[in-house]
């Protein structure tokens, strides 16, 4: 088993994107990336048509089109807590958007199917590493 937020666990965790349907229909009209900022971990999608068709462990050179970021300890609550307590946190600064906020506005319910997907992947039994790295 990979530890989050490894690359790894993020190559894994495409697999999940691909069969909910949810994320696919959301994002169909989507052609940029998405960086997540786990602690000092950064994991970056590039997402066409619903698709994740890259992850790398860095932004690539022509940039992300938003951010999601957060302390580590947000993100493992995030997969862990017994509720999904997303909308909370971005409510009270805890995961930030940054970068196309219109457009991550406009993605929200593909933002969200990606947030269940997270929780689906994580299960009972995820390695969250210390530090937000590995």
């Known amino acids: 088993m990979s530890t989050f937020p490894s690359l790894e666990w993020f190559r894994e965790f495409t697999e999940v994107l691909e069969d909910d349907p949810e994320f696919r229909q959301s994002m169909r009209h989507f052609d940029g990336s998405i960086r997540?900022?786990?602690?000092d971990q950064t994991i970056w999608m590039k997402i066409y048509r619903g698709r994740v068709i890259e992850?790398?462990?860095?932004e690539a050179e022509f940039g992300t089109t938003f951010t999601?970021?957060?302390?580590?300890?947000?993100?493992?609550?995030?997969l862990t807590a017994d509720h999904n307590p997303f909308g909370e946190q971005q409510t009270l600064g805890k995961l930030v958007f940054s970068g196309?906020?219109?457009e991550?506005?406009?993605l929200i319910d593909g933002?969200?199917?990606?947030v269940d997907c997270l929780r689906l992947q994580a299960g009972s039994d995820i390695v969250i590493a210390s530090g937000g790295g590995e």
């Open 36 to 39: 997540l900022e786990v602690g």
């Open 55 to 58: 992850v790398l462990d860095q």
């Open 68 to 78: 999601i970021s957060g302390p580590s300890e947000e993100w493992e609550r995030l």
């Open 100 to 102: 196309n906020v219109l």
């Open 104 to 106: 991550s506005t406009r």
């Open 111 to 114: 933002i969200n199917a990606l």
